[in-house]
T-cell receptor, first 113, second 115 residues
Framework: DAGITQSPRHKVTETGTPVTLRCHQT?????MYWYRQDPGHGLRLIHY???????DKGEVSDGYSVSRSKTEDFLLTLESATSSQTSVYFC????????????FGPGTRLTVL | QQQVKQSPQSLIVQKGGIPIINCAYE??????FPWYQQFPGKGPALLIA?????SEKKEGRFTISFNKSAKQFSLHIMDSQPGDSATYFC??????????????FGKGTLLTVNP
């Protein structure tokens, strides 16, 4: 998985609790992304980062925040988890050149009860 | 608003058949069109990609055909094998501003290749 790890790999939580997912890369790539994958919706971009402390919103960013304090780590936080945020979350990284050739991590399956 | 429309949603072929997956886009500012392959429980992996200055690209048994005027591109899998059974996603990348960093994905096609 191109030097990308995600943690945790599985998580079950309750509605209203905060949740943080971590993406860690060893490739020193500039760009990092968080997607969610749901049946019938494909992959939808939540947030992305184009450098340390440089982040921007994707198409489904409501209810999510991100932080990137180091090149290798990109954190996704659900401030107050809802059942609609039950999904599989993928982190991706990309070398220079923008969104070309994104490499995906193994995913985190999150269930919000 | 979906900018990349993928069809069919699912596809079943026999071993040796040639499944074809189609994608259409609306934004003429896209400049890179990758296909990703995803096996159950795994992250998507880049399979093959094309830029709009060519009409076809082939890598092994996988071929992308690109029709710029029709704003369509398709994936063909020659001599398909049961091991090709997976979900396939097309995507497109913008060429300006913030869209230069991002991919827009189709909704995916679940391919089953029967032995």
């Amino acid at each position: 998985d191109a030097g990308i790890t995600q943690s945790p790999r599985h998580k079950v939580t309750e509605t209203g609790t905060p949740v943080t997912l971590r993406c860690h890369q060893t490739e020193n790539h500039r760009y990092m992304y968080w997607y969610r994958q749901d049946p019938g919706h494909g992959l939808r971009l939540i947030h992305y980062s184009y450098g340390v402390k440089d982040t921007d919103k994707g198409e489904v960013s409501d209810g999510y925040s991100v932080s990137r304090s180091k090149t290798e780590d990109f954190l996704l936080t659900l401030e107050s988890a809802t059942s609609s945020q039950t999904s599989v979350y993928f982190c991706a990284i990309s070398p220079g050149g923008g969104g070309s050739e994104q490499f995906f991590g193994p995913g985190t399956r999150l269930t919000v009860l | 608003q979906q900018q990349v429309k993928q069809s069919p949603q699912s596809l079943i072929v026999q071993k040796g058949g040639i499944p074809i997956i189609n994608c259409a886009y609306e934004n003429t500012a896209f400049d890179y069109f990758p296909w990703y392959q995803q096996f159950p429980g795994k992250g998507p992996a880049l399979l093959i990609a094309i830029r709009p200055d060519v009409s076809e690209k082939k890598e092994g048994r996988f071929t992308i055909s690109f029709n710029k005027s029709a704003k369509q591109f398709s994936l063909h899998i020659m001599d398909s094998q049961p091991g090709d059974s997976a979900t396939y996603f097309c995507a497109a990348k913008g060429n300006s501003g913030g869209s230069n960093y991002k991919l827009t994905f189709g909704k995916g096609t679940l391919l089953t290749v029967n032995p």
